[in-house]
């Protein structure tokens, strides 16, 4: 330690003339402070370098291999055949059934002509399974993937994180705006914003689960007979196609606070001059709004949307709770490939898939954020 | 008039306008807001009511259809409470040992995140050192690195080293709250006058007695409420809890046993007892929230602006 602050002296020495008694003193402080740094930060950087590196290493390495827990099959490298498996798809159209001798086959009760199963035209090694099947332009297309769970999980989680982001953005400014002014009860407003952050998510979700029973038990089915007419036996979760808005329901609720709370203190920072000037310019309300409150709050915006979008990609609480294996996220697939089917180098794989998704909208939040070092 | 509430702050325009007799137009202005912040109130509030509600009825009460909203008998309709959920869930060993972890593991979390977090965060946010930023970045990044990512390597380095469930979630869940507490605390640390510390240092004490002796009374505030949202986020944890406890249930936390609880008699879910449950646990939550809930919000604000 001390011939390596006593060596490093002449250097600065040649470099500035300062007066060499303060200077020693300077490097002396300086030199302290830069090791007292580097020990202070060093537990941190050590723990996480062990906790959150090494695994991720081992990850990395585990997704190019066919490892399984508990099975006596022994462990080799497949390259990368697992993301092969992930991620393979085919997009076929399904032409009009044909009969022996060519002729198109007829459904003899509706009288419309048959289509192509699926099934009969997609390849069979390795074998593809129908994800999606949708009318393009008058033809019926299909697309099949080598593992359509991933492929569903990945547009569902998509899809997921598209509607309940924007709602949560729209709803939370909404909010933000209706609670900025001053006005009899606002503290108890903010307090209780709070409530559904504090809820734990896997407590919300079996609350809101209990609410979307498909019977009349459930309030969505009362309030669904008492004002729109349906029988209240609408099955919100089981129904494939009111799962997604019913997740998204949930998701709402608990994020939309948060956002409005993050904005509110974005609309704290924004000058009351500002105001002052537009209604002396003769601004309107909705020109106020639009021409001071947005521009100004964008900044907040952004940082508010993207770190939304980034959570709602990694979603699982929710739909691991709500949905077991009925409908998968990103994550969720996950975890079941690794838990139930312990597939440790499958799920390695779309671990590293996920990771690498997440790190592009991360990448863009860093860069909407920026790090300030006061330097 | 308007020239004095235009140069009043805004608190103070709320109370000049309230003086004159209000106008029918601006009755009306005002009814309508404050029936707008009554939906967003019900909106708030709604779901965890009608978990409460549900909470106090009995099997028979439950399936009635429809729904009510205060608990009411099914015969005569009158209104009854039933509180056997929430003996029985008080009864229940499971829920008793889950209580029991998740404080284990919460309250060992925040503390370890915290003595560890505040080292670093210091040096990021009042020394000076070569590679400060790189430093941030990486934290930064590692605030935001996906958890799922990684839950395959530590499930198989658990299941190789044979860790058992509770030391697991407790180190793990560092993952999170440490970068966390870092980047929280050297913000505020940042926003501490430098001078302070150089004054110290004239005095003659050396930068880890002017950290020990001067910054971290300064900084206690923001040490309770980073480890308060460090607490509510290990608290809530539910990946890896429910991962590293699939072996052994006794291990479950708060939000694992809830979400999987299944009751004893019955084989459907008893939602009586699970809303029992799920009230008891966000209880003392919303407690701590609401008595702090000033601090927390400018915690969020400036975890997310940095």
């Known amino acids: 330690m001390q011939t390596v602050e006593e060596e490093s002296v002449p250097e600065i020495e040649v470099a500035d003339a300062k007066p060499v008694k303060r200077l020693r003193k300077d490097d002396d402080l300086l030199g302290a402070e830069r090791r007292l740094a580097y020990m202070l930060v060093a537990p941190t950087f050590i723990l996480m370098l062990a906790i959150m590196i090494y695994p991720f290493g081992q990850v990395f390495y585990a997704s190019m291999t066919d490892r399984v827990f508990a099975s006596a099959q022994e462990t080799s490298f497949v390259g990368l055949d697992n993301y092969r498996e992930l991620l393979s798809l085919t997009v076929k159209t399904l032409g009009d059934e044909v009969d022996e001798n060519g002729n198109p086959v007829i459904d003899e009760e509706t009288g419309e002509v048959v289509k192509e199963r699926p099934i009969d035209v997609l390849p069979r090694e390795p074998r593809y399974r129908e994800a999606f099947t949708f009318g393009f332009f008058g033809t019926d297309v299909v697309i099949g993937a080598t593992d359509r769970d991933f492929i569903r999980s990945v547009w569902d989680t998509s899809l997921f994180t598209v509607a309940a982001v924007i709602l949560e953005t729209l709803l939370g400014l909404g909010i933000a705006l209706l609670l900025n002014g001053a006005f009899v009860g606002r503290g108890a407003m903010r307090a209780l914003m709070l409530v559904p952050w504090a809820v734990p998510t896997a407590v919300s979700s079996r609350m809101w689960e209990y609410m979307f029973s498909s019977t009349r038990s459930g309030l969505f089915n009362v309030l669904g007979q008492n004002f729109f007419g349906t029988d209240g036996q609408t099955a919100w979760l089981a129904n494939p196609s009111l799962q997604l808005p019913a997740a998204i329901a949930i998701d709402v609720w608990k994020t939309t606070p948060f956002m409005a709370l993050l904005m509110l203190a974005g609309l704290q920072l924004i000058p009351d001059e500002l105001y002052e000037a537009a209604r002396v310019d003769g601004a309107n309300r909705w020109r106020q709004l639009t021409s001071v409150t947005l521009p100004l709050l964008k900044p907040t915006i952004a940082v508010a949307l993207v770190f939304r979008t980034l959570d709602s990609l990694r979603v699982f609480d929710l739909f691991q709770i709500v949905f077991g294996q009925n409908r998968f996220t990103m994550a969720s697939k996950t975890y079941y490939d690794l838990i139930d089917n312990q597939l440790m180098g499958y799920s390695s794989a779309s671990s590293v898939v996920i990771f690498l998704l997440l790190t592009v909208f991360a990448i863009i939040y860093i860069r909407t954020l920026g790090v300030s070092t006061d330097e | ?306």
């Open chain 2, 1 to 306: 008039m308007s020239d004095t509430a235009t140069a009043a702050p805004p608190k103070a325009k709320a109370e000049i306008r309230a003086k004159p007799p209000m106008t029918p137009r601006k009755l009306l202005r005002k009814t309508g807001f404050y029936a707008m912040v009554v939906v967003v109130a019900v909106y708030l509030v709604f779901p965890f009511y009608w978990a409460v509600n549900s909470s106090l009825k009995s099997e028979g009460q439950l399936a009635m259809t429809p729904a009510t909203f205060i608990p009411r008998s099914p015969t005569d309709g009158s209104i009854s409470f039933f509180t056997r959920n929430y003996e029985d869930v008080f009864a229940d060993t499971q829920f008793q040992r889950a209580i029991i972890n998740s404080i284990i593991v919460a309250v060992t979390v925040t503390l370890l995140a915290l003595a560890i977090g505040s080292f670093a965060a210091f040096a990021l946010g009042k020394l000076r050192f070569p590679g400060k930023t790189v430093a941030l970045y990486t934290i930064l990044s590692m605030t935001m690195f996906p958890q799922i990512a990684i839950l395959t390597g530590l499930y198989a380095i658990i299941r190789s080293v044979g860790l058992t469930p509770r030391p697991s979630m407790i180190l793990t869940y560092l993952i999170f709250s440490l970068p966390f507490t870092v980047w929280v605390l050297t913000s505020f640390f940042r926003t501490l006058p430098g001078d302070l510390l150089q004054a110290a240092q004239v005095d003659g004490a050396t930068s880890f007695q002017a950290f020990r002796l001067i910054l971290l009374p300064l900084t206690a505030p923001a040490l309770v409420t980073t480890g308060l949202l460090a607490f509510i986020g290990a608290w809530n944890e539910y990946l890896f809890a429910l991962t590293f406890t699939t072996i052994n249930p006794d291990d479950r936390t708060i939000p694992v046993a809830i979400a999987l609880f299944t009751g004893q008699q019955t084989m459907q879910d008893p939602f009586g007892q699970i809303m029992a449950a799920a009230v008891l646990v966000t209880i003392p939550l919303l407690v701590l929230v609401l008595i702090f809930q000033r601090r927390i919000i400018g915690g969020l604000a400036g975890a997310v602006k940095g």
